[in-house]
């Protein structure tokens, strides 16, 4: 629900460097667009996200 809330918002989008051009070992490339990254947050272990 947090994830959909995320992206549903439109307010809050991942950055173009954090988009997934490659991934290694896999034959056929996905066709849709992918997202990997941190969230910024205070503490020093920031949340990844896929």
Same mark, same amino acid.
């Given at each position: 629900?947090?994830?959909? /809330?995320? /992206?549903?918002?439109? &307010?809050?989008? =991942? *950055?173009? &460097? @954090?988009?997934?051009? /490659?991934?290694?070992?896999?034959?056929?490339?996905?066709? /849709? !667009?992918?997202?990997?990254? $941190?969230?910024?947050? =205070? @503490?020093? !272990? *920031?949340?990844? $996200?896929?």
């Amino acid at each position: 629900m947090f994830v959909y /809330f995320l /992206f549903s918002s439109g &307010t809050i989008g =991942a *950055p173009e &460097t @954090d988009t997934i051009k /490659f991934l290694p070992g896999l034959q056929k490339q996905p066709n /849709f !667009k992918q997202y990997s990254g $941190y969230f910024n947050v =205070a @503490d020093n !272990k *920031p949340p990844h $996200y896929w």
